[in-house]
């Protein structure tokens, strides 16, 4: 793609990297083939090579957002489905984060969007007040079709029935190794995970001791930034990220780390583009060496002795976007399923988002809904006992559309190799 940004506008760091994008487009159009928000909507502005056009010509013009460039922007669910696909390589992600970056400094929202993203960015990334906000939609949820906006009823349609207490294992703190130790590793607990479903990071750290790695909750982390990163909230999503990259790396300058694990898949992503995020900054040299550390669980568990078993269950794999196009892990989950005893099995196009993509399924919840019952009718055309995710974002987004239990992969390894049998399994579960 031909571009003409100034000299003095490819002096921009963010431009120039814009630019080095936008070059590397060839307008092909493999893209539209994989992209969800195209297949639901048919608009051509709502597939990545037309929301490339649109950031393009408000780029170069290096004038402030318009409405029509927010709306199609706003519709993209930031999958990367387009760059697994595209031939040319076109970095999509990070064309689409500084588009947002932009849109949030340019563009002046109307009042209830500001309010509803600036609340969304003041409760989930934190689990104590998200806590709070599940408890009132809780008693609101009868309400919601009374709601004046589809955004709101959709955020009280999110509250699940009950929610776990919280876990002892979320606060810092060392686990040590069972036997002798292979690997000293940083566990990030996540942010709404540790208050929709603690059951997760506790068989993480079931699993990882039994397989000998010592797992440390680092004091100072929190939130890894997705979710304001995503809403083009940069000051909030770096300053998360920088005190992520601190306490990790305190933690691999004291006694040291091999890796830095993450059983959410969205996180992952982000955190392993920390180094791309920070390498204008004071803190480049760190955040490279946070992102070279981060693994997704499914990463980790393949360099460790993880023992074989039998155990029978048919499970529907759901690759996460954020797993399969965002870090390009692909195969291992299923291999270490089926390493397990699963019968493992996939659904139809499972390329395709379920429509979650962190506050999507809030902010755009009919293109949303219409995501996710294609994934739940593909999943349960392949009758499971049990459909499997890496993904707490997925996992409440397909689980709140089938009755078939939604259970995290390192939980059913962890009950594989000797761990309990995941409670939402139970008969008592539904």
């Excluded at 397989?211 to 998360?240: D, F, I």
């Excluded at 890796?259 to 996180?267: E, K, M, R």
């Excluded at 005893?341 to 659904?347: A, K, R, W």
């Excluded at 392949?382 to 089938?402: E, F, L, R, V």
Aim: charged residues 25%; glycine residues 8%.
């Amino acid at each position: 793609m031909q571009t003409h940004f100034t000299e003095d506008q490819l002096r921009d760091p963010a431009i120039k990297r814009a630019n080095e994008i936008l070059r590397s487009c060839v307008h092909c159009g493999f893209c539209t083939a994989t992209c969800p928000s195209y297949q639901v909507l048919g608009d051509e502005l709502d597939s990545p090579r037309g929301r490339i056009y649109l950031i393009k010509d408000m780029l170069e013009a290096g004038r402030p957002a318009d409405k029509k460039t927010v709306e199609h922007v706003d519709k993209c669910l930031s999958c990367l489905a387009c760059m697994s696909t595209c031939p040319s390589g076109v970095h999509y992600m990070h064309l689409v984060d500084h588009a947002r970056a932009h849109i949030e400094k340019t563009y002046r929202r109307p009042l209830f969007d500001r309010l509803l993203r600036w609340t969304l960015a003041r409760i989930i990334p934190y689990p104590g007040r998200f806590r709070w906000a599940m408890r009132g939609a809780r008693l609101a949820r009868p309400l919601r079709k009374f709601m004046p906006d589809p955004r709101l009823e959709a955020m009280l349609e999110m509250a699940p029935p009950k929610l776990p207490r919280p876990s002892a294992n979320d606060v810092p703190q060392v686990f040590p190794a069972k036997g002798v130790r292979q690997k000293r590793v940083a566990l990030l607990t996540g942010c709404a995970q540790k208050a929709l479903d603690t059951d997760i990071n506790d068989a993480t750290i079931r699993l990882l001791t039994r397989l000998g790695c010592e797992v440390v909750v680092a004091k100072g982390m929190g939130c890894c930034g997705a979710l304001t990163h995503h809403m083009g909230k940069e000051r909030e999503s770096h300053a998360q990220a920088a005190a992520n990259i601190n306490a990790w790396m305190r933690e691999k300058r004291g006694d040291g780390l091999d890796a830095i694990v993450i059983n959410t898949s969205g996180c992952g992503t982000t955190v392993k583009d920390y180094g791309f995020m920070f390498r204008n900054d004071r803190l480049a040299e760190d955040a490279a060496a946070v992102s070279g550390m981060a693994k997704d669980i499914s990463e980790l568990l393949m360099e460790l002795d993880v023992p074989t078993a039998d155990m029978g269950q048919r499970v529907a794999y759901h690759s996460a976007c954020s797993l399969q196009h965002g870090q390009q892990v692909k195969t291992h989950p299923k291999t270490l399923l089926k390493r397990a005893g699963y019968e493992v099995v996939e659904p139809a196009d499972p390329h395709l988002c379920c429509g979650s993509a962190g506050t999507y399924n809030l902010m755009q919840p009919e293109i949303s809904k219409e995501l996710q019952k294609r994934k739940v009718t593909n999943l349960e055309a392949k009758t499971p006992d049990i459909i499997s995710a890496g993904n707490i974002g997925c996992m409440i987004q397909i689980g709140s559309g089938t009755g078939i239990p939604v259970v995290h992969t390192v939980e059913l390894l962890d009950w594989a190799t000797g761990g309990p049998k995941p409670r939402k399994l139970s008969p008592t579960a539904h």
